[in-house]
Every structure is written in C-alpha cells, then in structure tokens.
C-alpha cells in the first residue's frame, strides 16, 4: 500500500494512507461540482470522486501538494501511524565488512 511520510522537527515520523489524502481531494473536487452527496451519491458525483482521486493516487507530485495546501494535520491526525524510531538500545553492532560486500550500495548526486 502507498503512504506518505512526514517528519516533524521533535524527531517524529509519521505515515498516512495515499487513499486517505486521495480521497479527501476527490470528495472536495465532487462536492464542488454537485454538492455535498447523500448516501449513495449520484453516478456524476462518484464519476468525478474516482476521477480525481485517481490522479492523486497516480502522481505523487500532486498527492503530496493536496496533502500539503488542502489539508490539516488535524484532517489526517486519525488515520497517521506514528512509525517507532529505534532508539541507541535497540542498535546492534553491524558487521560492517560483511555488509559491504552483501548491501546497497547507491550512488547519489549533490547539486
């Protein structure tokens, strides 16, 4: 499953459902376009719902950026998992030599 990641200043990680963001952008965009819907929502609404909860679900660009402009932490806050971040007793020592051969090793550039 897709998620988003955001990382807080106090060392704090937390990941949300890309479905969860989706769709908070296609219910806007539908509700905009017919009004907010009963139970079941009109084909037209849902047609529009799928629509553009799709293209956020397909471009991280564009989940990311609702997620950041169209939302609130307090919109989100039920459905964020905090990830557990190990602390200094849960490191083990690494056989570094081993896992040199054995790794990842990637190359990244700098601007």
Do not use: C
Not at 15 to 39: M, T, W, Y
Not at 51 to 56: G, L, S
Not at 77 to 88: E, K, Q, R, S, Y
């Amino acid at each position: 499953m897709q998620h988003i990641r955001v990382s807080f200043s106090n060392g704090e990680v937390y990941e949300i459902l890309s479905s969860v963001i989706a769709d908070n952008r296609g219910k806007h965009f539908a509700d905009e376009e017919f009004g907010e819907q009963g139970d079941p929502p009109s084909a037209e609404w849902t047609t529009v719902f799928e629509a553009e909860r799709d293209i956020a679900l397909n471009d991280g660009e564009e989940l990311v950026d609702w997620a950041e402009n169209n939302t609130n932490w307090a919109d989100l806050v039920a459905d964020a998992t905090l990830v557990p971040i190990p602390t200094p007793d849960d490191f083990t020592e690494a056989d570094r030599e081993k896992e040199w051969d054995e790794g990842t090793i990637d190359v990244i550039e700098w601007d």
